[in-house]
């Protein structure tokens, strides 16, 4: 069966160094790939998406790569900040026009 | 910018009432998406929506029904609400097909069956 999967356990790190969150993926072969953050109380909000030809793509502190050898994708934030505490969501496509998401890793950044 | 707006956004229910929560976007997008949300489970898709008067299941539809009848509205409904149905409702809309474009999210619909 497709699954993804994020840690589940909270990653917790200082201000300034660099988050890396990973999602892990098995019986998909997806074209593409997307990051989502979500904030307590609130809907998950698009950060970028990777096509399966891109190796990286940055988007100002943000990084994602994807290795459709490994079957993984990992989301770095560079000099991170406590704004950016929240849970990050990755998401494949399941169908035509479906996205199936994993369960999301929260991150604390701590001052 | 209103983007996605979902109502109501707070809802208790007794079991065996029905109801309907709607989603509403000004994006003139074709896709439309109910999701629901629980702990340790992530975001599960339960109907979507590829264009006006259309409407599909996804992952776990059992209990609710959809209709798409104009395109910048998205309703699902709960025809006899179980405890099983507390969740929190996201709807998300997408210019196009989710997995090549991103979705926007409303804010949610917190529904508690007691």
């Known amino acids: 069966s497709q699954k993804i999967e994020q840690n589940s356990e909270a990653l917790n790190i200082q201000e300034g160094k660099t988050a890396t969150l990973t999602c892990n993926y098995t019986n998909y072969s997806p074209a593409y790939l997307q990051w989502y953050r979500q904030d307590p109380g609130r809907g998950p909000v698009f950060l970028l998406l990777i096509r399966e030809n891109e190796k990286e793509k940055r988007k100002e502190r943000l990084k994602v790569t994807f290795d459709t050898t490994l079957k993984q994708s990992l989301f770095h934030i560079t000099a991170s900040q406590p704004a950016d505490s929240a849970t990050y969501l990755c998401?494949?496509?399941?169908?035509?026009?479906?996205?199936?998401f994993g369960k999301g890793t929260m991150l604390l950044v701590s001052p | 910018n209103a983007g996605v707006t979902q109502t109501p956004k707070f809802r208790v229910l007794k079991t065996g009432q029905s109801m309907t929560l709607l989603c509403a976007q000004d994006m003139n997008h074709e896709y439309m998406y109910w999701y629901r949300q629980d702990p340790g489970m992530g975001l599960r898709l339960i109907h979507y929506s590829v264009g006006e008067g259309t409407t599909a299941k996804g992952e776990v539809p059992d209990g609710y029904n959809v209709s798409r009848l104009k395109k910048q509205n998205f309703l699902l409904g709960l025809e006899s609400a179980a405890p099983s149905q507390t969740s929190v409702y996201f709807c998300?809309?997408?210019?196009?097909?989710?997995?090549?474009?991103?979705?926007?999210f409303g804010e949610g619909s917190r529904l508690t069956v007691l």
């Open positions: 998300a809309s997408a210019k196009t097909r989710a997995n090549t474009g991103e979705l926007f």
């Open positions: 998401a494949l496509r399941s169908g035509y026009s479906t996205l199936t």
